[in-house]
């Protein structure tokens, strides 16, 4: 009985022990984040974004090409930032925007936080992108999440020294909901710690939206309010849907499967963002909802409307390459073009398993996948002038396929 007491008690000092812990690592948590977009030239700008709880807020950043973090007074430039609060969220959570412009391509650039109490963060560093026709290398996945697998790729993806992070939708799981804003605070923890090059700087983050971005309140609500964390963590221009030049190789556009933005309200943009994109010898669309899903029905609400408004842009400006999401599998298409099998068409990578759980491959008998698994992995992406080439990286760090893609034929 004395016993049993005693293992009573020491087991409740345990959970109340453990539920402190929980508790502390809550709070930390809640501390801020600081993570970088684009809204402009990815050349010479970047976006400092910098979430803060409003006890101390961020109020200058102060940057310059050499390290200050002994004498941070001394970065000859400053700029003040514009903030945000997130509606409904408790405590409230504001989140600070510096866009620094005029940078130098492929410039190395330091920073520090100064905060409204005249309090210095500590020092970090980010590059430009440069437009020297060096070889342009990036990540993209999608369906990231929260569970132990997520830290597990980012760790992988951060190893690889990505110039930058393309995630096309469903990030956090946190569907638009005030009260998970601890799955972001989580989200946020695991990028810090893993998304930072060999060299120490941060790597910037372009987000696309995915159905878990946006809550069930529906179009009549502006679409703040309907996905109040993608459209308010991330300083993108305030769109769902955007593109984005990488010289002098890649038009990069990220578009909305219907989650704030129907489909057939981009096509008119995506038109014209092709043909201004027509002598850049890639273009790449990243969206959430597969063309050629590998889980879900080929006959989909969404998918059906992509591939009737969008796919003969596709076909028509000789798109080489789609990152596709949402399945949760790996899949690589044949090349395609009005889904027949043709040299040089266009070859659809997916299917968003950044860290969820894979799901089963379905639709094999479709006939259009040159291989498919049900695993969890990113994409490494290297271009430079005489090829694409995407590989498949596991969660154990390994390299499982790999694909080379041809430059579009440029008319000129
Ligand atoms: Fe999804």
């Given at each position: 009985m004395l016993f049993s007491i005693t293992k009573t008690k020491i087991m409740l000092v345990f959970l109340l022990l453990t539920l402190s812990i929980y508790l502390l690592g809550g709070c930390s948590l809640h501390s801020t984040h600081v993570y970088l977009t684009w809204q402009g030239d990815p050349?010479?700008?970047?976006?400092?974004?910098?979430?803060?709880?409003?006890?101390?807020?961020?109020?200058?950043?102060?940057?310059?090409?050499?390290?200050?973090?002994?004498?941070?007074?001394?970065?000859?430039?400053?700029?003040?930032?514009?903030?945000?609060?997130?509606?409904?969220?408790?405590?409230?959570?504001?989140?600070?925007?510096?866009?620094?412009?005029?940078?130098?391509?492929?410039?190395?650039?330091?920073?520090?936080?100064?905060?409204?109490?005249?309090?210095?963060?500590?020092?970090?560093?980010?590059?430009?992108?440069?437009?020297?026709?060096?070889?342009?290398?990036?990540?993209?996945?999608?369906?990231?999440?929260?569970?132990?697998?997520?830290?597990?790729?980012?760790?992988?993806?951060?190893?690889?020294?990505?110039?930058?992070?393309?995630?096309?939708?469903?990030?956090?799981?946190?569907?638009?909901?005030?009260?998970?804003?601890?799955?972001?605070?989580?989200?946020?923890?695991?990028?810090?710690?893993?998304?930072?090059?060999?060299?120490?700087?941060?790597?910037?983050?372009?987000?696309?939206?995915?159905?878990?971005?946006?809550?069930?309140?529906?179009?009549?609500?502006p679409p703040e309010e309907r996905s109040p964390f993608y459209l308010g963590y991330f300083a993108q221009g305030g769109k769902t849907f955007f593109s984005r030049i990488f010289e002098p190789y890649l038009s990069l556009i990220i578009l909305d499967s219907s989650h704030i933005i129907p489909v057939s309200e981009q096509t008119d943009w995506l038109k014209s963002t092709f043909e201004s994109s027509k002598n850049y010898p890639y273009i790449i669309p990243v969206y959430h909802v597969p063309l050629y899903p590998s889980h879900r029905s080929f006959e989909g609400g969404v998918s059906v409307e992509e591939r009737n408004l969008w796919l003969p842009l596709f076909d028509e400006y000789k798109v080489n390459v789609c990152f596709e999401n949402h399945d949760h599998t790996f899949k690589r298409t044949k090349p395609l073009r009005n889904g027949q099998i043709v040299e040089n068409g266009t070859v659809y990578l997916g299917d968003g398993c950044f860290g969820v759980n894979p799901r089963t491959i379905e639709n094999v008998s479709l006939g259009y996948f040159e291989k498919m698994e049900s695993k969890r992995h990113f994409w490494y992406v290297e271009i430079d002038a005489n090829e694409l080439k995407a590989q498949a990286i596991d969660e154990d760090g390994n390299l499982f396929d790999e694909v080379s893609i041809s430059p579009r034929k440029i008319e000129k």
């Open positions: 050349h010479t700008t970047m976006i400092i974004n910098v979430q803060s709880l409003g006890k101390d807020n961020p109020e200058e950043v102060l940057y310059g090409d050499k390290s200050c973090a002994n004498n941070p007074i001394s970065y000859p430039h400053r700029i003040k930032g514009t903030y945000k609060t997130i509606p409904e969220v408790i405590p409230q959570r504001n989140v600070h925007t510096f866009e620094l412009t005029n940078l130098t391509p492929g410039g190395l650039y330091f920073f520090t936080i100064k905060t409204s109490k005249g309090k210095y963060s500590q020092e970090y560093k980010f590059r430009t992108i440069p437009n020297d026709g060096s070889v342009l290398h990036f990540i993209v996945g999608g369906d990231v999440g929260i569970l132990p697998s997520a830290p597990r790729l980012l760790h992988y993806a951060g190893k690889l020294n990505p110039q930058f992070v393309v995630i096309g939708g469903d990030l956090a799981y946190a569907n638009g909901a005030p009260k998970n804003d601890w799955m972001w605070d989580i989200w946020f923890n695991n990028w810090e710690k893993h998304m930072k090059t060999s060299e120490g700087c941060l790597i910037p983050i372009i987000a696309g939206i995915g159905n878990h971005e946006v809550n069930k309140k529906g179009p009549s609500c």
